[in-house]
């Protein structure tokens, strides 16, 4: 299926408005000063090819959620068009849902229930066998670094970064062609966080993955991504490989320059405003 389409993900002119009233849940980042929408994603063009890891490299409010949530058909674009390997957001959604796969840090479990409780009822949904998903289900959450007893523990006993490995492993469960991947690694540890991004490269080699994920970390992208864009205030103000990046902003002490360095150049700012680690 699909085997023709060389572009997995193709997203033109996308807008995405709030209204000021909505944005309650983040009253602290409000930038509005009463005025009454948030243009939350700013006319972005991009396109990925198949099998490509993309990253979207931006600080807190940038709108990189929000992008992601358009793409998987959550939220309705003001403006724009996305088409999944071919398929229209809007018009096809079904056909978009069963090609894609979003990973976010607000992930829904049911918390009394174990890893593996919750990860076969997944697997359920999309019509995988017990018996195959179990052990697909082990294999994949030892692969992550979890142990084999911690698949058996309530959710709510775990801590968040687990609880994070967990949501991957439900992702990686029904073998997406697209993987949307909002924040994969934040908040996890320097281990865990080399666990997850071997796992995505694998997922990629060996599976004809797409991989779209975002990420405050210039390191992570640096390392995993085939090419960046990178978004402020919602808009696209960069997009290349890390290394045609960095070659765009020349050091005039001769230094290493890193992805840091690109975007404050290009955005006047630091991109961490906070470290959750
Ligand atoms: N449902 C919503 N209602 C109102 N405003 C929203 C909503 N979702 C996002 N926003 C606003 O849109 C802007 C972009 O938010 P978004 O969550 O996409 O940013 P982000 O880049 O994912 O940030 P973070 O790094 O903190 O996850 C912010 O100003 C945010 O307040
Ligand atoms: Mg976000």
Redesign the pocket.
């Known amino acids: 299926m699909h085997e023709h389409v060389k572009i997995a993900l193709e997203v033109h002119g996308l807008t995405k408005r709030?209204?000021k009233n909505?944005?309650?849940?983040?009253p602290w980042?409000?930038?509005d000063n009463g005025r009454r929408t948030?243009v939350?994603?700013d006319h972005v063009d991009f396109q990925v090819r198949r099998g490509e890891i993309f990253g979207i490299l931006?600080?807190?409010?940038?709108?990189?959620?929000?992008?992601?949530?358009c793409i998987a058909t959550l939220l309705i674009p003001d403006e724009g068009t996305i088409t999944v390997f071919g398929h229209d957001v809007l018009r096809e959604e079904m056909a978009v849902k069963r090609l894609i796969n979003r990973v976010s840090v607000e992930a829904s479990f049911f918390k009394k229930l174990t890893p593996m409780e919750n990860l076969l009822y997944g697997a359920r949904l999309y019509g995988l066998g017990a018996k195959e998903a179990r052990q697909r289900i082990l294999e994949i959450l030892t692969r992550l670094g979890l142990k084999r007893e911690d698949a058996f523990r309530p959710m709510e006993e775990m801590s968040r970064g687990m609880q994070q490995k967990v949501a991957i492993a439900r992702a990686f469960l029904t073998q997406p062609i697209l993987l949307l991947l909002?924040?994969p690694t934040t908040g996890l540890d320097p281990r865990s966080k080399r666990e997850v991004q071997t796992f995505i490269r694998e997922l990629r080699d060996t599976h004809d993955a797409t991989i779209l994920l975002?990420t405050?970390d210039m390191q992570e992208a640096d390392a995993l991504c085939d090419r960046v864009a990178i978004?402020d205030e919602?808009r696209i103000v960069a997009l290349d490989t890390p290394q045609g990046l960095k070659a765009q902003v020349a050091r005039a002490d001769d230094g290493e320059v890193t992805l840091e360095d690109v975007f404050m150049e290009l955005t006047g700012k630091r991109l961490r405003e906070e470290e959750t680690e």
């Open positions: 709030f209204t909505e944005g309650f849940r983040w980042r409000r930038r948030i939350a994603v931006g600080p807190n409010g940038s709108g990189k959620s929000t992008l992601v949530r909002d924040e975002t405050h978004l919602g």
